[in-house]
């Protein structure tokens, strides 16, 4: 029972350049979304969230789109840097509590220089 | 600086067996949660603890125990291993229940044949 799901396994992109990072989910009860990032042997970071009021949050480098009619998010990073290569996991969440949030498999993303 | 310290990092237990993933945090912070991610899965959560002595089950809390003696720590407790428990566990914590303040230890990688 896949909720999130983060259909490209890997995404490789040149320095410089924009990456989108990709997220589906299914259950339209969810109101809040997260993308978290985890770089080898560490523990996943939280990097940037959306409230579904919103269709847009930017963080610097990083800006989330949300389109709850197509029930799909999606991560830019603009320029893509070679620190941004890790794995970036999608979660979602109904009234942002914790104890329910659902988590997409993940995608892994690698700048090259 | 520690944060959430999760041991060990890696164990292979035989079927049947028990152990103790030991997590400690250091930030005085209310709750606490323990995931598992499987290959190409995202992140399910175990059981999670919103203060001492209060725990309760999360999407899959089959075939584990938990306890919440203190603020600081939450064991997690696997009682007679699987190879189905073969997986990634990290133990997470935040001082309060929404996503964008988890903070996830390193992960501990078990291995049940």
């Given amino acids: 029972d896949q909720q999130v799901k983060q259909n490209s396994p890997s995404l490789s992109v040149q320095e410089g350049r924009i990456s989108i990072l990709n997220?589906?989910?299914t259950n339209s009860m969810f109101d809040?979304?997260?993308?978290?990032?985890?770089?080898?042997?560490e523990g996943p970071t939280f990097l940037i969230s959306?409230?579904?009021i919103k269709d847009k949050n930017e963080d610097g480098r990083f800006t989330v789109f949300l389109n709850k009619s197509a029930k799909h998010l999606s991560l830019h990073i603009?320029?893509?840097?070679?620190?941004?290569s890790a794995v970036y996991f999608c979660a979602a969440t109904v009234g942002d509590n914790n104890n329910d949030m659902r988590f997409g498999a993940g995608t892994r993303l690698t700048v090259k220089p | 600086n520690a944060g959430v310290t999760q041991t060990p990092k890696f164990r292979i237990l035989k079927i049947g067996q028990s152990m103790t993933l030991?997590?400690?945090?250091?930030?005085?912070?209310?709750?606490?949660?323990?995931?598992?991610?499987?290959?190409?899965m995202g992140l399910k959560l175990i059981y999670y603890s919103v203060g001492a002595g209060i725990t309760d089950k999360g999407e899959v809390?089959?075939?584990y125990n938990v306890s919440r003696s203190t603020t600081e720590?939450?064991?997690?407790?696997?009682e007679?291993?699987?190879?189905?428990?073969?997986?990634v566990y990290f133990c997470a914590s935040s001082q309060w229940d929404t996503g964008n303040t988890i903070y996830f230890g390193e992960g501990s990688w078990l291995t049940v044949v």
């Fill in chain 2, 22 to 40: 030991q997590c400690a945090q250091d930030m005085n912070h209310n709750y606490m949660y323990w995931y598992r991610q499987d290959p190409g």
């Fill in chain 1, 78 to 84: 603009v320029p893509s840097q070679p620190g941004d």
């Fill in chain 2, 80 to 87: 007679l291993a699987a190879p189905s428990q073969t997986s």
């Fill in chain 1, 32 to 41: 809040y979304f997260l993308w978290y990032k985890k770089y080898p042997a």
């Fill in chain 2, 73 to 78: 720590d939450f064991p997690l407790r696997l």
């Fill in chain 1, 50 to 52: 959306i409230s579904s």
């Fill in chain 2, 61 to 63: 809390p089959n075939g």
């Fill in chain 1, 23 to 25: 997220c589906d989910y």
